[in-house]
């Protein structure tokens, strides 16, 4: 059985910082590529960012140098570090785990972004 968890999420201010970890079982993890979206209250899921199996890593223009994806194979886990959070960073965040026609997804970490 396939399983991703995410985790991480929180309530933060604007400007400060969170890290969310998306654990993997039940695949050898070191294949996928691994992709981080977010989905805000009445929109549509958006993707954030991926890492491939090889390690090269790609961002959606908006959060291109304020968060960072990478993968610890060895842990079975992918982060996405946050930093200079802005209130539309708000939304339940999601990871992906994808190979060929395998393609597996967590359940979501909320994220908060409000003073």
């Known amino acids: 059985q396939v399983l991703l968890v995410e985790s991480g999420g929180g309530l933060v201010q604007p400007g400060g910082s969170l890290r969310l970890s998306c654990a993997a079982s039940?695949?050898?993890?070191?294949?996928?590529?691994i992709g981080w979206y977010h989905q805000a209250p009445g929109k549509q899921r958006e993707w954030v960012a991926t890492?491939?199996?090889?390690?090269?890593?790609n961002y959606a223009d908006s959060v291109k140098g304020r968060f960072t994806i990478s993968r610890d194979n060895a842990k079975n886990t992918v982060y996405l570090q946050m930093n200079s959070l802005k209130p539309e960073d708000t939304a339940v965040y999601f990871c992906?785990?994808?190979?060929?026609?395998?393609?597996?997804w967590g359940q979501g970490t909320k994220v908060t972004v409000s003073s």
């Open positions: 890492i491939s199996a090889a390690g090269s890593t």
């Open positions: 992906d785990a994808r190979l060929g026609d395998g393609d597996y």
């Open positions: 039940g695949i050898i993890f070191s294949f996928y590529a």
